[in-house]
């Protein structure tokens, strides 16, 4: 397939720092919707095949491929099959948006333990939710985080209306922060984001410059960060995967592609061009 060039005058700047100096350069990932399809049962969403080799190959010529995600760090690992990839030897995962972490390098996860206030919402829970009718939503615990899904319900839509407001109380109850997804309610442990997640990444690895790729709002602010970094002089490459209902990122990014299947393609591409500039 045509791989996209980059559509803007910085997204070519980044793509020439990156060639130039491909060992000082981190290339950092969402994991849903980017490297993995998104399908309706989101403990299958695998990392597309294509995917997680064409980041092993670019894994042995670029200095750090991170994967930032909102889910657990134990999750992505399993769900990426990143621990059998030669190229992947010094990958790292961030989990929770950065509040966990997995590195290739040692094999060891860094999980803190659940916050006490998410645990006292979590068990406030169930009554709440009998007390409204709405017994049968389906509570997920993601350790600094609480979904509480409708998709399930009959219908879905009533469900998330009627839970919006108490399940808001119940979050400032506990000082934690209400976040509304599509038919999921999810009350979460104030923490990082994935722009704080980026920076700290650039900090850490001393990299001097930044590709990110992502697929939704709760990639905007590693988008900014990577923004900001180049107002500082940082040349950065923004790509967005565009495939599935949302397309939030797009009039940001540098480049725009199909989905995983397209963020494959366009990685192995970097690839390519990496080792053209070495050739050349
Ligand atoms: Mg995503």
Sequence with gaps: MDVAEPLTEAGAAGLRAVTHAPRST?????FDGTLAPIIDD?????????????LAE??????????????PAR??????????????????????????????????????PEPAEVTAAGEELPALLESLGLGAARVEHKGRALGVHTRELEDPQQAFRTLLTP???????????LEPGRNVLEIRAPGTDKGDAVRRLVAETGATQVVFAGDD??????????AALREDGLPGLLVASASHEEDALSD?????????????????????RIRAAQAG
């Design 26 to 30: 981190l290339v950092a990932l969402d």
């Design 42 to 54: 989101p403990e299958r969403a695998v990392v597309h095949p294509d995917a997680v080799a064409a």
């Design 58 to 71: 670019l894994g042995g010529l670029v200095g750090t491929i991170a994967v930032v995600t909102g889910r």
């Design 75 to 112: 999750t992505a690992v399993r769900l990426g099959g990143f621990t059998d990839h030669a190229g992947l030897g010094s990958m790292v995962v961030l989990g929770q948006y950065g509040v966990e972490r997995w590195d290739a390098a040692t094999g060891a996860f860094d999980v803190p």
């Design 167 to 177: 399940v808001q109380a119940l979050a400032d109850r506990h000082g934690l922060t």
């Design 217 to 226: 709002l709760g990639d905007l602010p590693a988008f900014e960060a990577v």
């Design 252 to 272: 940001r990014a540098d480049v725009v592609v199909d989905g995983p299947a397209g963020i494959a393609a366009w990685l192995r591409d970097l690839s390519a």
